[in-house]
């Protein structure tokens, strides 16, 4: 999961064979259309079937959550406020089916007003593509195969005849039979890979890539295949052809079914190939956005300003981060080619490599100064940000008389709300007060200071029940300190 699921989020899960979809509605809430196959809806209504409320751990069931973000070609995509309403509104309902009326119909009705899911066109495309596969396959093994059975001299006369149809001889009916199975295979690829607006963008992008890779070399395999035999005689083409199959220990004519093949086989390897790399590029973007995600803004500036006024909490750094050897200081490029800032403080800067994915701090001078991967990278630095949030609210704030000015002040609650970058003012409806999966960290005046015990992410919520802030327990307790701090200058 790249981030964690706000209000109004389209989230689901993969089952091994399917996926569960549903809507979170905040506080540890999820409305799902459950056909029974599971007891996660059980949770809070007691039902096993229908438009049921469970508990976020209750509807993932141990498998990574997921959340759908929806290309930019929905137009209608409602606000979490509705999105929600919509969800609470069908609680009840019983009418689940498999193949019209399922989980995934059920979330992207809510969010987008679209009775649509994704599953149900995939198995059906997954079943017309291996038709689509199965016909190509055999066009393009025909041509090869019938050249490889005839005779020499039958070879000859084939492709003569196939050139004479465009005006040409041997050499062109090498290219004109070799269209054939380049075509059937780039239609079967169009078919197998074909766009769709519901799809992540990564993977619209990869089937784009492979999709234009398979054409480009489908076109250039079949000019290839036809000017290889351009120029030469009778003779020389065939010894050509023969030197050709030699290589797989045939002869002319297995040469000939290889120039006829070569152009679907490019046409293949191209399109797997710029498909793989594209999937591989879309997983190195969502640890690209795991990693943004995970180094909270306010917990890095800390930790960026810390080690540059003080070179004893930079060799801290180097501690946790436990490389095992020591870091050799060197001049940089300042990460102007193949690396991404990810936060910047005094000169210095956090920075993330395109390529490899490791992570590195730079100074003022472009000298760098700590590097690691990114796991441990994020580790180090949210370790050491609490421990100089500790160490900073022993000599200033204390996050106990920042909770208790939040509780009672209006100023301090909208102070606090600017410092985690939250939107105000917040609009929140009453949560489950955090009975289940919380544990309170610090309470004051009715306001509670909470932790989740499965995500580890952080809350405030009032007397009332409501959620008034959320985040990282490092990151609010920081801004509690500096509530507590800054409140008689606000």
């Known amino acids: 999961m790249v981030r964690e699921p706000v209000r109004g989020d389209h989230v689901f899960v993969r089952r091994v064979v399917y996926s569960h979809h549903g809507i979170y509605c905040g506080d540890d809430l999820v409305v799902a259309y459950s056909g029974g196959l599971s007891s996660s809806s059980e949770t809070i209504t007691g039902a096993f079937r229908g438009v049921t409320k469970t508990t976020l751990a209750a509807f993932a069931l141990g498998f990574p959550l997921h959340i759908r973000e929806y290309s930019k070609n929905i137009t209608t995509e409602f606000p979490p406020d509705l ?9 009840g309902e019983n009418e689940y089916s498999l193949g019209g009326n399922n989980c995934e119909h059920f979330a992207t009705w809510c969010k987008c007003n679209k009775h649509k899911c994704s599953q ?9 593509s291996s038709v689509s596969v199965a016909v190509a396959a055999a066009v ?11 005779g020499g001299a039958a070879v000859m006369g084939n492709l003569a005849a196939a050139g ?7 050499a062109m009916g090498v290219g004109f039979i070799a269209a054939t199975p380049a075509l059937a295979v780039n239609l079967a690829i169009q078919k197998v890979l074909d766009d769709n607006p519901d799809l992540p963008q990564g993977e619209r992008d990869a089937r784009t890539a492979a999709r234009a890779g398979g054409a480009a070399a489908g076109v250039v395999g079949v000019l290839g295949a036809g000017t290889t035999l351009m120029g030469l005689s009778g003779a020389g083409m065939a010894v050509e052809m023969a030197a050709i199959g030699s290589v797989v220990g045939g002869g002319m004519a297995t040469g000939a079914a290889m120039l006829v093949a070569a152009p679907a086989v490019a046409a293949v390897a191209a399109a797997a190939g710029l498909y793989g790399l594209g999937k591989a590029n879309e997983a190195h973007t969502e640890a690209a956005e795991y990693a943004k995600a995970n180094l909270q803004t306010l917990t890095t500036s800390l930790v960026l300003d810390a080690i540059s006024l003080d070179q004893q909490v930079l060799a801290q750094l180097l501690e946790m981060l436990g490389e095992g050897l ?7 490029l300042g990460g102007r080619v193949f690396w991404t800032d990810m936060a910047e403080v005094n000169g210095w800067k ?19 100064k700590a590097w690691g991967q ?17 160490n900073q609210n022993k000599k200033k704030g204390d996050p106990k008389d920042g909770l208790r000015l939040v509780a ?34 610090d309470c004051s005046n009715g306001w509670r200071f909470q932790k989740n015990n499965m995500f580890g992410n952080c809350r405030i919520l009032d007397a009332e029940d409501v959620v008034k802030a959320w985040g990282g327990e490092t990151e609010i307790s920081v801004a509690l300190a500096n509530v507590a701090l800054e409140y008689g200058e606000i």
């Open 326 to 332: 020591p870091y050799i200081e060197m001049p940089t």
């Open 374 to 390: 990114t796991g441990k990278m994020i580790q180090a630095i949210n370790q050491l940000a609490t421990e100089l949030a500790k």
């Open 408 to 441: 009672t002040s209006w100023e301090a609650h909208k102070r606090l709300c600017n410092l985690l970058k939250l939107r105000w003012p917040l609009d929140h409806e009453p949560s489950m007060g955090g009975r289940v999966f919380w544990s309170v960290l």
């Open 350 to 368: 956090l920075q993330r490599n395109d390529v490899f994915g490791n992570c590195r701090i730079i100074d003022d001078t472009e000298r760098g």
């Open 120 to 128: 149900i066109k995939d198995y059906a495309a997954i079943a017309k």
């Open 83 to 91: 999105v929600v309403h919509r969800a609470l509104n069908r609680v």
């Open 164 to 170: 004479a149809l465009v005006g040409g001889g041997v």
């Open 140 to 150: 393009a093994v025909a041509p090869a195969a019938a050249l490889q059975l005839a």
